[in-house]
Each structure stands twice: as C-alpha cells, then as structure tokens.
T-cell receptor, first 115, second 110 residues
Framework: GAGVSQSPSNKVTEKGKDVELRCDPI?????LYWYRQSLGQGLEFLIYFQGNSAPDKSGLPSDRFSAERTGGSVSTLTIQRTQQEDSAVYLCASSLAGGGYEKLFFGSGTQLSVL | RKEVEQDPGPFNVPEGATVAFNCTYS??????FFWYRQDCRKEPKLLMSVYSSGNEDGRFTAQLNRASQYISLLIRDSKLSDSATYLC???????????FGSGTQLTVLP
C-alpha cells in the first residue's frame, strides 16, 4: 500500500509569508508526528496526534506554528509569518497506535526555504 | 547535555570492514531504543530495534547497556550500500519522549 505522502516536496517562500505543509499518513495509522530537521541536525519533535485525543503541541517552537488533523487522517502544518530560521526539512511520520514504542514510517519530507 | 548524543563522524571505512557506533542517552527512564538509517536527502527508515539482551539482524548487531546508558550498532562486512547516516532513537514511552540523535555519518569506500 501507499506510504506516508507529503506535499509539496519543496517550498520556497519569502520571509513573512504563510505556508501550509500537508501530510497524508498510512491508512489505518492512528498516530501522526511532525518533525523538523535542519541541515546536519537530528530530528526536532514538533507535534503529535493520537486518534481523537488532544494533540501534544509541546514541541512547536512558537505561536507562528500550528497544526491540525482532520478526520483522523490528513494533517496540515501551518507556519505563519515565516522567518529565515524556519528553513528546514519538515518530516511527517505515522505509526499504527503511537506511544513511542513503535516503528515510525516517514514521508519524504517538505524542504522549506525562506528567503 | 543533549538527551541523546552520537559521534557525528564521518566514519570512512573500506568495504568489508567492521564498524561500530555508540550512542549515549541521559534519561535513565528510557524504555525503548532504535536505530534508524537515513540516506542522503531521504527520510529516516527503521533499521532495527534494540532489545535488552542484544539482537542481531544479518550483518547488524545492536547492544544495549542500561548501566552505562548507551546503545551500540555494529556493522560487519560493510557494503557500499551501507553508506548513510545512522540515527539513534530513544523513547521514554511517550511520543513526546521519542528523541532522535543527530546521527553518525558512515561512508563505505570501494
């Protein structure tokens, strides 16, 4: 079956603009994660959705970042008033049930460049 | 101190060599441990989980030392296709506590 799908694969934007990044997880996976990876760095946790529970937003770096997950499936990460330091690869992952014990399946990411 | 620390490398080894990476973690409550592999400009993919008793998958062996709070990955008979960045991942049991190391870069040379 299809893996985790992310779009767009690349996004170039001007400082101050808003961007939306989309993630379509593997069908049937209840857990969805967003991470950010800067060049040569590890993955930085942003936000976690599990079923119908309230999302864990503790990793969002500022109030310019928000995410939602509609119908327990597709998720959108929104960055408002982008800054140059937002430039990174944004990775989405899903897993069957969540909880930190399971294999994560990653999408191929969105490379965001803020000019 | 970072929660999960890895030697960034790069490790450059000839084909057929044996290479080992270590990863240390600071949270003694950590419960689950993994190695992920990330090819250049690609997404991470699970290589193997790390079990308390140690485990092996073909040429790859993972070990856990809880007392010293480190995990290791041993690759025997390195192949060119093993060239990648290896990410150490440690979990304390919640999604928020799933922490990725910065990765160790391996290049296997012909």
């Amino acid at each position: 079956g299809a893996g985790v799908s992310q779009s767009p694969s690349n996004k170039v934007t001007e400082k101050g603009k808003d961007v939306e990044l989309r993630c379509d997880p593997i069908s049937g996976h209840t857990a969805l994660y967003w991470y950010r990876q800067s060049l040569g760095q590890g993955l930085e946790f942003l936000i976690y959705f599990q079923g119908n529970s309230a999302p864990d937003k503790s990793g969002l770096p500022s109030d310019r970042f928000s995410a939602e997950r509609t119908g327990g499936s597709v998720s959108t990460l929104t960055i408002q008033r982008t800054q140059q330091e937002d430039s990174a690869v944004y990775l989405c992952a899903s897993s069957l049930a969540g909880g930190g014990y399971e294999k994560l399946f990653f999408g191929s990411g969105t490379q965001l460049s803020v000019l | 101190r970072k929660e999960v620390e890895q030697d960034p490398g790069p490790f450059n080894v000839p084909e057929g060599a044996t290479v080992a990476f270590n990863c240390t973690y600071s949270n003694s409550a950590s419960q689950s441990f993994f190695w992920y592999r990330q090819d250049c400009r690609k997404e991470p993919k699970l290589l193997m989980s790390v079990y308390s008793s140690g485990n092996e998958d073909g040429r790859f062996t993972a070990q856990l030392n809880r007392a010293s709070q480190y995990i290791s990955l041993l690759i025997r008979d390195s192949k060119l296709s093993d060239s990648a960045t290896y990410l150490c991942v440690v979990s304390s049991g919640s999604a928020r506590q799933l922490t990725f190391g910065s990765g160790t870069q391996l290049t296997v040379l012909p």
